[in-house]
């Protein structure tokens, strides 16, 4: 077992592998970050607006803390999940479905090449890159849009100090358990697709309601995942 | 180029006869069974499954090279253009733009061309056996080969031929098949072939 996962890490590097990562990596991250970055600057205007309009302030410290909460705890790992399934997990369960029913899986296990190491495992690597460099691509984008807005509508001046002040009350931690929860989200989703959603289908037709009844499951599976971690956090935090 | 074309019908040409419904399970059967025994070993069949719809022909000729032993892709250019040097006096690569075809989708290639990628993906492998489906002996339409049978000797003068077929199955071609059945002990061991 650990020698065939060595030889699969080993044959991904410098091998046709190495496209379909690269590919996936520029399709779930690079084109979805535009997506990321304006839900991300929606969601903190929004925040600053709602802020502005309970306490007639621009953005105060204890604003800042709340919003940062909000995105690295929740948000930075939500929002950009929901666009890799809408898009990254549509295009992988299409894809790989066809492939099962065109009968193309079938010919790489003939030839000797084995399924899971050049299909999926290069896009479960490139999917959980790609989710983390989402998530620090949300928290940036919330925390720059927060700080233009709050200088726009309340006429409070971007003051660098403020903005550094903002990333050090990022704890180290949340930081860290925000970067692996994306990744290993990321992963369940395609080995779950992998395993359950590109499965049995014979035809064509089929194809298509698997990519929609395939993304349904997930965005449910993303979700369960997340109200499980907050409640666990939320009592783990309440007792220690 | 004389050398490689002269045809060596000296390696055995092995017929697999068996149920129609069971091809499939055989074909999978013989390809794993050379796996595991650690044999070299390519796969003919024409379905259009056979080669990956969503990378170009140069992908699908680098991808099994490239999982058995480390490949560079360079290598594998330089190697291709060699390859469809020497046979350019042969049937399908009289006409061939070397280039576009590498860099074609398979599903945009004509069904002769699309046989053309799979017997060179199956050449540079250099196979000692050669699983071939019987689909392969058909000609896409009647008369016309889709591979001519001295491009298939050209390419695979050295490795031995195993075709599975449905039973009752007329196989066309040049060639004496020497018959299997599906019983036979040696499709158990590889080592007693």
Redesign the interface.
Known sequence: MAWSSLRSIR?LV???AL?VLSRQIYFSGYQSSLVVILAAALIASGFVLAFQGITGAGLGSGAIDALILLSVRGLAVQIPGFVFCARSITATIS?LS??SV???R?????????PFT?LILPRLVAASLAMMVLYLVFLLSALVSAFAVSALVAGVPIDLFRILYAFETIHPSDLAVGLIRSALLAAIAIVWVDRIETRGHSSFPQVSRAASFGVLRVMLIYLLAEIVFQILSFTVARFP | MSNLLAADRSKPRWRLDCPAQDV?VW??HL?DGL?RAGID???L?P?????????TVR?NL???L???R?F?PQRLDQGLRDLIANLSGVGALTALDCDSFLKAYPDNLPIHQYCLAILLRAALLRPRWL?IDAGWFFPPIPGEWCTPPALMDALFASAAWLTVAPHATTLAGPWNWTMVNCDDPRLLSWDEW
């Open positions: 044959w410098g091998s046709p496209l894809e066809l492939m065109t009968g193309e079938q010919a790489l296990q003939r030839l000797g090449v084995d050049y | 499939g074909i999978d390809c796996k070993y390519a796969y069949s379905q259009r499954g056979s080669l990956l719809s969503n990378i992908e680098w991808l099994p490239a999982w058995r480390p560079p699983v």
